[in-house]
């Protein structure tokens, strides 16, 4: 839906104070996920600007926050370790928001309904143990084989494993003291009381934790310096000495990079993941929205392709829309996308005047909200939940997370997809026939009922009934539920038909035949039965 300026400025008491609160959200995170990602902080807060300021106006929801978010974190990893070079990564980045592009005016935004939920909590999750895994190091003020980029971890969780154990080996006092206080801010800040509370609510725990963070380390610094932070861990952003400088910090994309056939499947990699992870947050903003908008899947789709585009162009990571920072947006009051916007202003503001300060943010306050998140998307309650749902929702959840831990996350949630597959075919194997027997004095009565559609896959299941059918029965075989029977399951029963007499079973067939092919007319004859809608 498309709004006049005047709807904007009607809201404009609630967007700003909002925007203002999602700034202070996604600040950190920007500088959190860039660091997790193994790329310049830099390029974490150019996503976040190209999300405020370009997509918030693109996209088709009022609520949505656009950035760099947490479930690219492990693909961008990996992809620079794969290609070797950031500026390829771009590259990629550029060719994922033409793909997206493209997914758009294909109208693909329906593809988030093909993932059962199973294998998708079971990606988020897997994503959470590996946020924990690769900021623990952070977290304690390990700096082994560390690199200027913050690039030092591996690129699986499998590998990060002797990084984890290596850095409980040579703690820093400090970063343990800034990283553990910083969990707890975060922990009581989500309590349900802190939550109750009008002022509180409006004050971001990541925001106080980075406070914390850099507070207690100007204290070390002057009080106590064997506590202090070294400067290899904190935040390393340039600094513009007039706001002119601000484009000498750009990185640009190197096209020479098309050459190698690893960029593509980078860029098909992230415009996957990017379209699946945004589809996934439209769907819980718009259940968030108190007004209950709609968002238009395929213009969000266009909005993310040429968001990315720009992000590659500029050296910044790529984007989704992130349902940590719109949820925030929602909790804080956010009216319209006039609040995304503020935050990006915001965001561009901190970037050209307040660099120097950044540059005071330790490390580990950054990855005790990191950790916090991948608690957040790894909680042992979601493990408990899908126990309760049963083996047939457990197992593509569990297969899932460890596919991802031990491969990468394309190869894990392929694996995870086939899982899921295999139980949905055998719940449709099973639900399509089914078989009931009554027993009579003189001779048993069997009832094979097919339900709605019924293919060759469930061929084999048939022949497992017929074949239990005893002699001198009768048999009913129902297809009133059927849509559709497949020619190999009419020929089954055919087959049937002509033997049973030689067994005195007797056969009756109701409304079997003339459906072996879909009914195309189906949706036309629902819609003749709608009203019209008066004006």
């Not at 990185?251 to 860029?267: G, H, I, T, W």
């Not at 194997?429 to 078989?435: D, L, P, S, V």
Request: with cysteine; charged share 15%; net charge neutral.
């Amino acid at each position: 839906m498309i709004h006049q300026a005047r709807y904007y400025f009607r809201h404009i008491k609630e967007d700003v104070p909002a925007g203002i609160v999602v700034f202070l959200v996604a600040l950190p995170l920007c500088l959190g996920i860039a660091l997790a990602s193994g790329v310049p902080l830099f390029s974490g807060l150019i996503a976040g600007l190209v999300g405020g300021l370009v997509v918030a106006w693109l996209s088709g929801s009022q609520l949505s926050v656009s950035g760099p978010a947490a479930g690219l974190t492990v693909i961008v990893f990996n992809a620079l370790q794969t290609l070797g070079s950031f500026q390829a990564l771009l590259v990629a980045c550029v060719l994922a928001g033409i793909l997206q592009l493209v997914l758009g005016f294909l109208k693909a935004g329906v593809i988030a309904s093909f993932f059962p939920s199973a294998v998708i909590e079971g990606m988020l999750a897997a994503i959470g143990l590996i946020l924990i895994i690769k900021q623990i190091p952070h977290a304690v003020g390990f700096d082994n084989s560390f690199e200027g980029d913050e690039s030092y971890m591996k690129g699986t969780a499998e590998s990060s494993f002797f990084e984890l154990f290596d850095s409980l080996k040579a703690i820093s006092p400090g970063a343990v003291v800034i990283s553990v206080v910083g969990l707890l801010i975060l922990i009581v800040w989500g309590l349900p009381w802190f939550k109750k509370q009008a002022l509180l609510k409006l004050i971001p725990g990541p925001l106080v934790t980075v406070v914390w963070g850099v507070g207690f380390n100007l204290y070390a610094a002057k009080y106590a310096p064997e506590w202090q932070v070294t400067s290899n861990h904190l935040v390393n952003l340039p600094v513009s000495e007039q706001p002119s400088d601000f484009l000498n910090n750009l990185v640009f994309p190197d096209f020479s990079y098309l050459n190698n056939p690893q960029v593509y499947v980078v860029a098909i990699t992230i415009a996957i993941i990017a379209s699946l992870e945004t589809l996934l947050s439209l769907e819980a903003t718009d259940k968030l929205d108190p007004l209950k908008r709609l968002t238009p899947a395929n213009r969000e789709l266009k909005a993310q392709g040429i968001g990315n585009i720009i992000s590659g162009m500029l050296g910044g990571l790529p984007m989704t829309a992130v349902i940590v920072r719109s949820s925030a947006n929602i909790n804080a009051g956010g009216k319209t996308s006039l609040s995304c916007f503020i935050h990006g202003v915001f965001l561009l503001i901190s970037v050209l005047f307040f660099a120097h300060y950044l540059n005071a943010i330790p490390l580990a306050c950054l990855a005790a909200i990191l950790l916090h998140t991948g608690y957040k998307l790894a909680k042992p309650s979601m493990f408990f939940g899908y126990y309760r749902k049963g083996m047939s929702q457990l197992l593509p959840f569990v297969i899932t997370v460890g596919a991802i831990l031990v491969t990468d996350l394309l190869k894990g949630m392929a694996i995870g997809m086939a899982v899921g597959l295999f139980f949905v075919i055998k719940a449709n194997y099973h639900a399509a026939i089914t078989m009931t027997m009554t027993k009579n004095k003189r001779s048993n009565h069997y009832l094979i009922t097919l339900n709605k559609d019924v293919s060759f896959l469930n061929k084999a299941l048939l022949r497992k009934f017929i074949l239990l059918v005893e002699e001198n029965s009768t048999v009913t075989i129902d297809a009133q539920k059927a849509q559709f029977i497949d020619h190999d399951i009419l020929e089954t029963i055919d087959d049937f038909l002509a033997s049973a007499p030689d067994s005195n079973i007797r056969v009756e067939t109701i409304d079997l035949y003339g459906k072996e092919k879909f009914k195309d007319h189906q949706e036309l004859v629902i819609l003749d039965d709608v009203a019209p809608v008066s004006h």
